[in-house]
């Protein structure tokens, strides 16, 4: 069956068309999914009760169960969330000073292969829907009564490998009829799928993409992602140019720190050359461990050198406060879950 939540408004006025109804019906069906949150076709008193039978025989409402919840000392919560079918995903909400952000999986399981990255060694099973993704965020708003005010697409997955349906949940979330949420409180964050940044440069949301980029020659990027053989980084940073030259879009990129890896002077003097002329911010992350990887933490003191270097040089760089560590939800540390215990699969 078809999920009422997979449709942009647009989609949407086209399928009740299609129903034999008024375009204008799927703004209603818009504000009682997105502004009301309802759970029942039965709760849009609106709609007449024919309509509402219709659409019942017609769609799903999908809407995932929230099968575990943990809460971090710093406010930070962590859910685990059922997709109904045998899957399960994490999604966690973030308290900051400007407000809640949540940090959104897009795929069960991931194909990139990062070396330091916690989601890597666990099959790849499925990419989301669209109607998945919007939920993550509708169900964390129900749970805490409170507005969610900027997404970033940083749990698990690729999302430029779940172009099409990533796209059309950000759609749906910027919608003022939909969660109304704005692109500019939006972030996208690849591991530098080249092709999908070219064509996300020419769609109108200027949404912040974000680049994990964690080493500037391809030699050491290549050793920590994959993805770097396929994609090196010439090729990346001339994606990212074009990404900008679209009007009003930022670039931040994120920069993974590893004792003895990439956090020394002659690092950050190479990022200054890297990233000359472009109009972008770089955020460093203090590199989470994983079980058995092999980056370490760099000290917070090389951090800080390193932060003091770029910003000296005209590069705009601040150190990302770690979120919720004591509870495995913070940069890195998500998996894909098994549905009933909760445990890795
Ligand atoms: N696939 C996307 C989004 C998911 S990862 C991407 O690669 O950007 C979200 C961010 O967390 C990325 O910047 C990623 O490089 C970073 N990350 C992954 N593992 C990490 C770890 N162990 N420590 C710190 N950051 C990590």
């Known amino acids: 069956m078809k999920n009422i939540k997979d449709y942009t408004l647009e989609e949407l006025k086209e399928q009740l068309v299609q129903m034999g109804e008024k375009p204008f019906r799927a703004e209603q069906i818009f504000a009682w999914l997105y502004v009301e949150k309802v759970k029942e076709f039965e ?3 609106n709609l007449s009760k024919e309509l509402r039978e219709k659409l019942q025989k017609e769609f799903t409402m999908c809407n995932v169960k929230i099968l575990q919840k943990q809460e971090s000392v ?3 919560k962590k859910y685990l969330l ?3 079918d045998g899957n399960a995903i994490e999604t966690v909400l973030m308290q900051y000073h400007y407000g809640k952000t949540i940090c959104v999986s897009s795929q069960v399981g991931c194909k990139m292969g990062c070396k330091f990255c916690a989601s890597t060694g666990i099959p790849f099973v499925r990419s989301l829907s669209a109607g998945e993704i919007i939920e993550e965020i509708i169900a964390v708003e129900q749970d805490t009564g409170e507005r969610i005010s900027n997404v970033v697409f940083m749990g698990i997955g690729e999302p430029l490998d779940n172009y099409d349906n990533v ?6 979330m910027n919608h003022p009829k939909g969660l109304n949420i704005g692109a500019r409180h939006i ?10 940044i070219y064509r996300l440069a020419k769609e109108n949301i200027p949404c912040t993409l974000s680049i994990s980029l964690h080493a500037t020659s391809n030699e050491k990027r290549s050793s920590m992602m994959p993805v770097n053989n396929a994609y090196p ?9 074009d990404y900008l030259k679209e009007g009003g879009k930022r670039i931040s990129f994120e920069y993974a720190l590893a004792k003895d890896n990439n956090d020394a002077i002659g690092d950050a003097k190479q990022l200054v050359e890297l990233l000359k002329g472009m109009l ?4 460093l992350i203090p590199i989470n461990p994983i079980q058995n990887g092999k980056y370490d933490k760099s000290s917070m003191e090389n951090i800080i050198r390193f932060r003091d270097y770029l910003n000296e040089h005209g590069i705009v760089a601040t150190i990302r406060r770690e979120l919720g560590s004591d509870i495995d939800a913070a940069c890195g540390q998500l998996r894909r879950k098994n549905l009933n215990k ?4």
Do not use: F
């Not at 972030?187 to 999908?196: D, K």
């Not at 972008?280 to 955020?283: A, K, L, M, P």
């Not at 909760?342 to 699969?345: P, Q, S, Y």
């Open 342 to 345: 909760g445990e890795e699969k």
């Open 280 to 283: 972008c911010h770089v955020n």
């Open 233 to 241: 980084i010439e090729e990346l940073i001339k994606a990212c140019k």
């Open 187 to 196: 972030s996208i964050s690849t591991s530098g799928l080249v092709p999908n």
């Open 82 to 84: 059922d997709l109904l």
């Open 43 to 45: 709760e849009m008193t």
């Open 74 to 76: 710093d406010g930070t």
């Open 167 to 172: 796209i059309k949940a950000i759609r749906i």
